[in-house]
């Protein structure tokens, strides 16, 4: 099953490029094109994406990762189906966890945030992965990202590349996963 090949000792910060190959076989997600549909000005009240950041990558490697704080206060259960970037030739959807003292990523579809909940994307738990940078990402540059709903409502964000070693780990519940 697709898990078991994901399952592979991941370095920090190459987590991304060594599964280029097979999570390009999981499910397709909104995204992965360059249409980009312009739905910039539908907010969705109450749905609020901030701290979007990216670590730079090292040199020559076109995989990044993007980090966020997703909060649903909105009225409703909201579902996260996609995600796109002009930027990038493709973009997934994908969570990390630790299984057996090894790191393995898995794709994910979708993800249900409840009404009045938040999620944050962090190292070692959810994260959106953006393969075949159109170009190479310097700290302090940015690059424009789509958040993608099954209402059909997206949230078009700015991410901010960050140095990998100033990535805040902050306080979240994914602290104690840290890649080291
Ligand atoms: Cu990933």
């Not at 907010?43 to 997703?70: C, D, W």
């Not at 057996?100 to 579809?109: C, R």
């Not at 190292?123 to 209402?151: C, K, N, R």
Request: negative net charge.
């Amino acid at each position: 099953m697709l898990v078991s090949n994901l399952r592979s000792k991941l370095l920090a910060g190459m987590a991304c490029a060594l599964t280029v190959t097979v999570l390009s076989q999981g499910p397709a997600l909104a995204g992965g094109d360059h249409t980009h549909a312009h739905m910039s000005d539908q907010k969705m009240s109450g749905v609020v994406v901030s701290e979007a950041m990216s670590p730079a990558a090292a040199p020559g490697i076109g995989t990044m990762a993007v980090y966020l704080l997703l909060e649903n206060a909105s009225g409703a259960n909201v579902d996260l189906v996609g995600v796109e970037s002009p930027a990038f030739a493709m973009t997934h959807l994908h969570k990390t966890a630790m299984a057996d003292g090894l790191m393995t990523m898995e794709p994910v579809a979708q993800l249900t945030v409840p009404k009045g909940e938040s999620v944050r994307f962090a190292p070692g738990g959810l994260h959106i992965m953006l393969m075949g940078a159109e170009q190479t990402y310097h700290p302090g540059d940015s690059f424009p990202l789509t958040l993608v709903f099954g209402s059909g409502q997206a949230i078009e964000v700015e991410v901010s590349v960050v140095n990998p070693g100033e990535m805040p780990v902050g306080a979240h519940d994914h602290s104690t996963m840290k890649m080291n």
